[in-house]
């Protein structure tokens, strides 16, 4: 389009209204107003976009899960809590199979209701194996405010800290309070980690902290203390420039609140999940004399296997992005695997987030603004609001946070803001259009009129259309004997109701002449398969009418029948009329044909036929009987072959039917009246085409036509001659 100063005038009205949105939405971002709404469309792309990661297989789990439990009060009559002898046989089992590491994420706080025995028990299975186990780091919770001289500290300092938290913008990473073990277990781990999760605002864990402050004593995470337990020389480093945690060649990216965003696998069972009983009563077998199978070694062999609790009892759900009950512990298997698999998920940069949020609805406005089509400006509209969501899968499956909500407000602020502008200023053109020509052009005639007011004149183009003619059967004789509101209000409601069905199959009606609908699919607007949505239209009005007949029956005295004629074929459609009135119709042989199939209705007993070339562009979309061929009046030289379309389900309680007559049609077609008329009588009381092509038979076999020759049936070719429209 030629940029001229109304393109000007509008490009500058587009830019203002996609700055205002940006900037407004902005303004709400920062103060959080949209935090609560990405969370939730963050949580979608957890769910979809969820795959294992390169070490998801080398992660284990083991629950103790409600069959567990079941199993330890039902066969063994243990109650809650269990001896600690049941946790040494977990990791006893663990430790003959060659785990690589054994994460514990479980505290026992108080000494075993067995005794100290138990303890000792579990302490010794606990230094027989690298067993990471847990502590609680708090800021409200927890009694302890000092490390226990009685625990050794962490062999565990993370090189930069000190510089990193001077410079980060909350010191949530740091923690005043933590809940310890008993010594005697506390003692026995190799190292512990801290099992403290904070969940966002919503209460969802879709972060963690891979470290923590205590007693300026540096603590890693449950996952981490598994991987240090597995790898004791790895040496850690807070990199500030890069934002993250360095362990060696791996990287944990954090954000200034010491939190890592993780990239969630899936439902629990992507990881291989063992019964804690099941485990258990392997290690039974072993005690009593057994060995180790092969599934059961391989099941653990140098793998990460972290031991917690999953049954609803047990006080250790979590939600998650992937799932609203999630075991604490697959939260930890998760860091472990993010880590492992080296993908954890980044914070999009803040730049780059700016740059979108500004550029999509200055865009989108823009080019909104320039055009003037209804279509074009929802394709627009549409492409730009699909692009946040696009990028946002883009940037997941890249490893990066997208904000995309922001950019999704500013867009519909956009979009709206740019509907406005053009409401109140090129909506006027379009007020007159609609006010001027709504009366006698259809909706679509006058969409099409505003968005190329140069239509606005006579003339027209030829098209392929499937053209639909509909009548009353008998309705003069009905409405002689009803007071004119009755008749009104009866054809009112029979219009509508099929008008609303031609309309929501794509058809645009051309007029109605009483009862009768004059209807057309592909025009004003192309419509692919517009055969089949005439057909099917006419299939729903027939099934509509046969619904609304005994309210009509009821009401009026008077049952409803429907004729109804459809042709495919090309006509002319366009503006015609005078210079001063005109209306957008159809003209041309294929129209006058399908005018001509609803009158043959009368002649064969039916109430919906299709010409040849209708069914010819429908494939199998329907079931169809074959009519046979006639010549209708005004075009004798030029038969056609008729069909009564019907859905298949209605074809198939009729089949025999329909063969017996399809087997009079090839006698008729053949000459072979006497035997079309035996099969046609057959089913004649049954069927009412069947019972006008036996009296047709019988017509013929009385009174042959004078200018036949001797052996006329040689010259037959089948075709019924229509002596009336």
Not at 156 to 166: C, D, K, L, T, V
Not at 289 to 295: N, Q, R, V
Not at 345 to 366: F, G, H, K, Q
Request: proline share 6%; with cysteine; net charge negative.
């Amino acid at each position: 389009m030629p940029f001229d100063r109304r393109s000007l005038r509008r490009a500058i009205q587009g830019a203002g209204v996609g700055l205002a949105a940006a900037l407004l939405v902005f303004l709400f971002w920062r103060v959080g107003w949209l935090d609560q709404w990405e969370a939730r469309t963050w949580d979608l792309r957890a769910q979809w976009l969820a795959q294992k990661g390169a070490a998801t297989d080398d992660i284990r789990l083991i629950l103790v899960d409600q069959a567990s439990l079941d199993w330890g009060r039902e066969v063994n009559g243990l109650s809650w809590p269990w001896p600690r002898e049941l946790y040494a046989a977990l990791i006893d089992q663990c430790r003959r199979a060659g785990a690589k590491a054994v994460a514990l994420d479980i505290l026992f706080t108080e000494p075993s209701a067995y005794g100290v025995g138990d303890d000792e028990i579990l302490a010794g299975a606990l230094r027989e194996m690298k067993v990471s186990g847990a502590l609680f780091l708090g800021q409200q919770t927890g009694e302890v405010r000092t490390w226990p001289p009685l625990i050794p500290a962490p062999d565990f300092r993370i090189q930069g800290m000190e510089a990193w938290s001077a410079q980060a913008e909350s010191a949530e990473f740091t923690f005043p309070r933590a809940t310890f073990s008993i010594p005697e277990i506390s003692t026995a781990l190799s190292i512990l980690g801290n099992v403290q999760g904070k969940p966002d605002p919503d209460g969802i864990y879709r972060r963690i902290g891979p470290f923590g402050v205590f007693d300026g004593k540096h603590v890693p995470s449950l996952a981490l203390a598994a991987y240090l337990a597995a790898n004791p020389e790895v040496e850690a480093e807070i990199e500030t420039e890069a934002g993250g945690l360095k362990l060696g060649d791996l990287f944990i990216p954090i954000d200034p609140e010491g939190q890592a965003i993780l990239r969630y696998r899936g439902p629990l069972n992507v990881y291989e999940v063992f019964s804690a009983a099941s485990v258990l009563q392997s290690e039974i077998r072993i005690r009593e004399g057994g060995i180790l199978s092969p599934e059961d070694r391989a099941a653990f062999k140098d793998k990460y296997v972290l031991i917690g609790f999953s049954a609803p009892g047990l006080f250790d759900l979590r939600p998650s992005p992937v799932a609203a009950v999630y075991p604490g512990v697959a939260i930890q298997a998760t860091v472990l695997d993010n880590l492992l698999s080296r993908d954890f998920i980044r914070v999009s940069p803040y730049w780059a987030d700016l740059t979108l949020l500004l550029l999509l609805p200055l865009l989108c406005s823009l080019i909104m603004m320039l055009f003037t089509g209804t279509g074009m400006i929802s394709g627009v509209a549409l492409l730009f609001l699909l692009l946040p969501p696009l990028l946002g899968i883009m940037a997941y499956l890249q490893g990066f946070w997208l904000p995309i909500v922001a950019f999704e407000a500013a867009l519909l602020l956009a979009i709206f803001g740019n509907l406005a502008v053009k409401y109140g200023t090129e909506g006027r053109q379009k007020r007159f259009i609609k006010s001027a020509f709504g009366q006698y052009l259809s909706p679509a005639v006058i969409d099409r009129l505003i968005h190329d007011p140069d239509q606005l004149q006579l003339g027209g183009e030829r098209r392929n259309l499937s053209i639909f003619f509909s009548d009353l059967q008998g309705f003069t004789t009905i409405s002689e004997g009803l007071t004119p509101e009755q008749l009104t209000d009866l054809l009112n409601r029979y219009l509508t109701a099929m008008t609303d069905i031609i309309t929501q199959e794509g058809g645009t009606v051309d007029k109605y002449e009483g009862d009768a609908i004059i209807a057309f699919w592909n025009a004003p607007l192309d419509l692919p398969e517009h055969a089949l949505h005439c057909v099917r239209a006419a299939l729903r009005c027939q099934a509509k009418l046969s619904q609304l007949r005994p309210e009509f029956q009821k009401e009026f005295g008077h049952e409803l029948h429907m004729r109804i004629g459809i042709n495919t074929g090309d006509a002319s459609v366009g503006n015609f009329g005078s210079l001063t009135k005109f209306d957008y119709t159809i003209i041309g042989d294929s129209v006058n044909l399908a005018a001509r199939l609803e009158g043959a209705n009368k002649e064969f007993g039916t109430y919906t036929m299709i010409s040849g070339t209708t069914r010819d562009s429908l494939g199998d979309a329907f079931a169809f009987r074959p009519l046979g061929m006639i010549a209708v009046k005004g075009r004798e030289d030029r038969p056609v072959t008729i069909y009564e379309p019907m859905y298949k389900k209605e074809f198939d309680v009729r089949k025999e039917l329909f063969e017996t007559f399809g087997a009079g049609l090839s006698a008729f077609s053949a000459g072979e009246f006497q035997k079309a008329e035996s099969l046609f009588s057959e089913i004649a009381k049954f069927d009412p085409a069947a019972a006008a092509y036996g009296e047709k038979c019988r017509q013929l076999l009385s009174h042959p036509p004078e200018k036949w020759p001797e052996k006329w049936p040689e010259k037959w070719e089948g075709v019924w001659v229509m002596t009336s429209k």
